[in-house]
């Protein structure tokens, strides 16, 4: 939960703050950063322009905690607790992928705002944070499956950069209405990156 000025927040408070948050995601995920106003989130959360203000101190402060809120949440769904780094490789990147998908398809607006656009000019300290959070068991991930030789020999991170990218693009040429997805064509988009990745 966040705190607001070191205070935990009551039940009502609570209620506004999480609704603020629900509507900013939703105004972010489609307009993005830029093209969302301030007002226009206190108009769909149902509460005065001012009373984001008491929340949260910027619009800048609001998109941090809305990525913070996202980025938890695809930890969450990834769950790298339970990764076994000693598990086949190639079991391991199928659980990875579908654990992408699981949150793509249960968070499709934390999924689009967090991946279709670029967050790095106002992301703060503990956003970075965070993401690191996200990145580090896929890039350990990498680094493991390149060391069993099951992944190509390059940097870990441009392998993750391969993957992240093919899944990422396969999610927005759905939302772009290029193309509908379903299981049997992301297992065979599976089965492509999975090619891509190992040698």
Known sequence: ???????????????????????????????????TAVPDVAQLAGVATGTIYRYFSSKEALV?????QAKQCL??????????????????????????????????????FLELQDH?????EKSKAIESQVLIP???YCVMAI?????????AEALMALIWGAFVGLIKAEYMGYIVLNEQILAQAEQACWASFSC
């Open 1 to 35: 939960m966040l705190v607001i000025n070191e205070l935990v927040l009551n039940e009502k408070q609570q209620a506004k703050q999480d609704a603020i948050l629900a509507a900013a995601l939703q105004l972010f995920a489609q307009k993005g950063f830029h093209g």
């Open 64 to 68: 941090n905690a809305v990525f913070q």
């Open 75 to 112: 930890y969450n769904t990834l769950n790298p607790a339970d990764f076994d780094f000693k598990a086949n490789p190639r079991q391991l990147f199928s659980l990875l992928w579908q654990r992408l998908c699981l949150f793509s398809k249960t968070q499709p607006l934390a999924f689009r």
């Open 120 to 124: 790095v000019p106002y992301l703060d």
């Open 138 to 140: 896929i890039w350990t």
């Open 147 to 155: 060391q069993k030789k099951a992944a190509r020999d390059m940097p």
